[in-house]
């Protein structure tokens, strides 16, 4: 990588504060790869991008090049919790997503307010060095938000449960909003309809209205969520029963027809996993307004759960994004190994359409289109490169074969500094 000066461009069009990144190929996302190409930067904000004559004609500034590097937007993880970084490799898979759910308590009863600290940092550093410039983490100790300062754009949303309270759905969310708003970008995440109480839900909905905020949630994510409420029978709905939860709306609904009778899902909503879905489902679905899907494919195959509808969802209009989930049920935070997993299971899409997921959708998700996920004018400088491919290899191929580290990030307009 080399950086020199320049003094080229017009009078009018010089700024002694504007950085000109070069590299073999930039990949917008927004339109077609660009040879031999280059973005300028001012400040935090992408002001051009282009052939590198070209944008260096038009701007005066210090040039880095990139050389035989891949320039594109850094990726968004769109479901995460680093909470449990600290639980790598610690629960091996059951054979009942309910046991999982008590093993992970019990892991959890083990941490202290320091562990959850040093597990949300250290989860932070490392989805950095796989490229990750947004993540949307669900923490369940909003409070813990203010005492960490985070090296990527983060979304922090409070993961809500009053499955053994639900009398306090108004003192959860209230605190939660209260420890949630200095965040420069906060939301609430009501855990599951198993967990949270439809009151909780709808008080959530009320503060995202007011407060213009995304909400997620987990939904339709085990067969045994499917038993629960289809069935009123099960693993889940056994465990459920014996801690207390009331188990009037089980029988002969599926989570999301449960869900769907209270609450009116819409673009303000990301829903995390779908993976069981009934044929009503898809009938609710193509009637009803549309919202975000948060896939994790490795927590997916890690679990076992059914097949997840891509094709027959964005056939619908849905928009899916992808997360990396827990590491309390995956192996590391990289999204590229996400891509290749989907890729895996999903041969007939594209390369290119696998990283939309990883960055245009996700940022139409948190409603930064114009801003995040893509380079364009206007749009933040949140940058990653690659080693561009040898021997003609296609460059959206090239990028989700990307196995490791990355070698280069911008995050806001400044060179991340990767340890």
Not at 339 to 346: A, P, Q, S, Y
Not at 358 to 376: F, P
């Amino acid at each position: 990588m080399e950086r020199t000066s320049d003094s080229a461009g017009s009078p009018d069009s010089a700024r002694d504060d504007v950085k000109i990144i070069r590299s073999r190929v930039v990949v917008p996302m927004v339109g077609e790869p660009i040879e031999d190409a280059a973005v300028a930067i001012v400040a935090n904000q992408i002001a051009d991008i282009g052939r590198f004559k070209e944008v260096k004609a038009r701007h005066v500034g210090q040039i880095l090049d990139l050389g035989e590097q891949i320039l594109l937007p850094g990726l968004i993880n769109a479901h995460c919790h680093l909470d449990y970084t600290c639980l790598r490799g610690r629960i091996p898979p059951r054979a009942s997503f309910t046991d999982w759910i008590r093993a992970i308590n019990a892991e959890k009863a083990k941490l202290t307010t320091g562990d959850y600290v040093a597990s949300i940092n250290q989860g932070f550093a490392e989805a950095q060095k796989f490229g990750t410039t947004t993540l949307l983490n669900l923490t369940a100790f909003p409070e813990l938000a203010a005492k960490i300062k985070e090296p990527i754009r983060t979304w922090w949303f409070g993961e809500l449960i009053d499955v053994r309270n639900p009398d306090q759905a108004k003192q959860t969310v209230d605190l939660a909003v209260a420890s949630l708003k200095p965040a420069s970008h906060w939301g609430l995440a009501p855990h599951s309809p198993f967990t949270a109480s439809s009151e909780l839900i709808r008080r959530c909905e009320e503060v995202a209205r007011r407060e213009d905020v995304v909400l997620t949630t987990h939904l339709a994510e085990s067969s045994e969520e499917m038993q629960m409420f289809r069935d009123a029978a099960g693993p889940l709905y056994d465990f459920l029963k014996g801690i207390g939860r009331p188990m009037d709306d089980c029988g002969g609904q599926t989570p999301l027809s449960s869900l769907s009778r209270c609450h009116q899902f819409d673009e303000r909503w990301i829903l995390a996993h779908l993976n069981e879905l009934a044929e009503t489902d898809f009938d609710l679905l193509a009637s009803g307004r549309k919202f975000h899907i948060a896939h994790c494919p490795r927590s997916h195959s890690f679990f076992g759960h059914s097949a997840f509808e891509l094709q027959r969802l964005r056939n619908l209009g849905f928009n899916i994004c992808l997360g990396t989930d827990s590491l309390a049920s995956n192996s590391n935070l990289s999204l590229f190994a996400e891509m290749r997993e989907l890729l895996r299971k999903e041969p007939s899409i594209s390369p290119r359409e696998v990283l939309l997921m990883a960055t245009v959708n996700g940022a139409h998700a948190v409603g930064q289109s114009a801003t995040l996920g893509s380079i364009r004018a206007g749009s933040r400088a949140d940058l990653i490169a690659l080693p561009f491919p040898q021997g003609g290899a296609d460059v959206y191929e090239s990028i989700v074969a990307f196995d490791g580290f990355v070698p280069w990030m911008m995050a806001n307009g400044e060179e991340a500094l990767l340890r």
